[in-house]
């Protein structure tokens, strides 16, 4: 047998060549010490008492080894009980680590070489890196920055073509903070009927809202492939507790699998932990949480408009508003000095072309720390 020739060097596999860190990822990383963060979105409130207190005793008292693939059964009856109208059994929902791992092995499991994704633009960078990594090809829908980042059924429809296998909708959005409205989900399930297409629903930020609970996706449309967790809601973002549940036992059976593969289960701490999400407590603590926010989305809109005479979108929900700052030049430029006089910000154009001339901003601060970070923008762009 003749040995492989050793090759001069080394050639990443296609569906990774080109893929970076987020503009988003690459901005915070760059952060001069006391920066304020008016960029990632990452709740600012602590993980609640109740649950730390849970987690602790956890990882004192009981054995914490391997739970099932898809995770704790008890903790898959609780979240298939979030979606009555699906009637889901255990088998139909796969607790992972994070929704991000969710979203990505939904893609694994759904889109084949060369199959088309609708993702709208703007959107979390997120979904155009996992399409690739499948060896798929995004194929943008634009949310119009002249209407607000509205949805726009028309714009969608004009998308689908045959190669097109999944689309992605996120309510609340990121970056815009918009909610899909229930015409928009029927637009959307009338405009898939009959296609075979699947819907990728991403609803990490539906339990905070700030005027009527967002529906789901899947409560129109059947071959919906709900992507969820406690991140955002219950601040765990460092727990790494997400889920994805579906009817489709196909798809559901590859996101196990990879799943299986690639993280074999999510912590135990964590499910055992997490089991507590449902509670009276964890139902308080998302009411707080979205009291607050609501309140700090309000007051850094105001801020803008009342220091800088600059306009922000009125957010619906998640804690994100997307600041026009097109009459003062180029997104990129403005975050680059916004980022050197200690205030993180995310360039629009990192979500999408829709998006460039804005600023992603996160209210995840305290007012205090809202209003010195914008006399830092002031002072950065003056």
């Given at each position: ?5 050793e090759?001069?060097?080394f ?15 690459q901005f915070f990383?760059r ?8 960029g ?11 649950l730390?207190?849970?987690?602790a005793r956890?990882?004192l008292?009981?054995q914490n080894g ?8 008890a903790l ?15 088998s ?5 680590c ?7 092995a ?6 084949d070489e ?7 633009n ?5 979904y155009?890196a996992c ?11 634009r ?8 949805f ?5 429809k ?15 959005s990121?970056?815009?903070?918009k909610?899909?409205t229930?015409?928009d989900?029927?637009?959307?399930a009338?405009?898939?009927?009959g296609?075979?297409i ?11 809202y700030?005027a009527?609970?967002?529906h ?15 991140s955002k809601?219950?601040s765990?973002t ?5 889920w ?7 798809v559901?059976?590859g996101i ?8 074999v ?6 499910q055992?932990?997490?089991l ?5 407590e ?6 707080h949480a979205?009291d607050i ?10 801020l ?8 922000a979108?009125?957010?619906?929900g998640?804690?994100y508003s ?5 009459e003062l030049?180029?997104?990129i430029?403005i975050a680059?000095?916004c980022l ?6 995310v360039?629009?154009?990192?979500f999408g ?8 901003v996160?209210?995840c ?6 209003i ?11």
């Amino acid at each position: 047998m003749m040995p492989v020739k050793e090759t001069s060097g080394f050639e990443l596999p296609r569906r990774l060549q080109g893929l970076q860190p987020t503009l988003i990822r690459q901005f915070f990383e760059r952060a001069l010490p006391d920066s304020i963060n008016f960029g990632l979105g990452e709740p600012d409130l602590p993980t609640p008492d109740f649950l730390r207190a849970e987690a602790a005793r956890i990882a004192l008292e009981e054995q914490n080894g391997y739970t099932s693939h898809p995770g704790l059964p008890a903790l898959r009856k609780l979240i298939a009980e979030q979606y009555p109208h699906l009637d889901l059994g255990l088998s139909d929902v796969v607790v992972t680590c994070g929704s991000q791992e969710a979203m990505t092995a939904a893609f694994l499991s759904i889109v084949d070489e060369g199959d088309e994704v609708l993702i709208p633009n703007p959107s979390f960078p997120a979904y155009d890196a996992c399409v690739r990594i499948a060896q798929g090809k995004p194929n943008y829908y634009r949310l119009p920055a002249e209407k607000g980042f509205a949805f726009d059924i028309d714009e969608f429809k004009s998308k689908i073509t045959p190669k097109t296998k999944a689309a992605v909708v996120i309510s609340p959005s990121n970056p815009t903070g918009k909610i899909l409205t229930p015409d928009d989900l029927k637009n959307i399930a009338a405009a898939l009927k009959g296609t075979g297409i699947f819907l990728i629903s991403d609803e990490i930020y539906s339990d905070l809202y700030f005027a009527e609970r967002p529906h789901s996706a899947s409560e129109y449309y059947d071959k919906t492939v709900i992507i969820s967790g406690l991140s955002k809601s219950l601040s765990m973002t460092g727990w790494r507790l997400g889920w994805a549940a579906s009817k489709h036992a196909d798809v559901m059976r590859g996101i196990q699998v990879l799943h299986g593969f690639i993280t074999v289960c999510t912590s135990a701490i964590t499910q055992k932990a997490a089991l507590l999400g449902w509670t009276a407590e964890a139902e308080a603590f998302k009411q707080h949480a979205r009291d607050i926010y609501k309140k700090r989305g309000d007051f850094l809109v105001g801020l803008f408009k009342s220091e800088m005479g600059l306009t922000a979108t009125s957010p619906e929900g998640a804690f994100y508003s997307m600041l026009d700052v097109r009459e003062l030049g180029d997104d990129i430029e403005i975050a680059e000095k916004c980022l050197q006089n200690k205030l993180i910000t995310v360039p629009g154009i990192a979500f999408g072309d829709e998006a460039k001339g804005f600023l992603r901003v996160s209210f995840c601060n305290t007012e205090e720390k809202m209003i010195e970070g914008v006399r830092r923008m002031k002072e950065a762009l003056n």
